[in-house]
């Protein structure tokens, strides 16, 4: 399974996700991922985001509710296994 290493912002604390799936939604670059590789776990709903002065991929974590919802929605149908609540 794929991982991705992401660096919180605020606290600049590192965390490794495994990508559980991704997807396109309107040009907008979606991942879903969670920490554990195996059982239940939290997962998360990260963007990505381009910036033209780094060369390394960057992901945001979704907070807004509406975008959350959606892209949720779309992943839900995407992975059958995963039962994704918020």
Do not use: C, W
């Not at 794929?2 to 965390?15: G, I, M, R, S, Y």
């Not at 554990?36 to 060369?55: M, P, W, Y």
Request: charged share 40%; glycine share 2%; aromatic share 10%.
């Amino acid at each position: 399974m794929e991982k991705v290493l992401f660096t919180d912002p605020e606290t600049n604390e590192k965390a490794e996700f495994y990508v559980l799936e991704q997807t396109t939604i309107r040009g907008e670059d979606y991942l879903l991922v969670t920490v554990d590789e195996e059982g239940d776990s939290d997962a998360f709903i990260l963007r990505e985001t381009s910036h033209e002065d780094v060369q390394d991929v960057i992901y945001e974590m979704v907070e807004d509710d509406r975008e959350l919802e959606a892209v949720a929605k779309v992943f839900a149908e995407l992975v059958e296994d995963v039962d994704i609540e918020f």
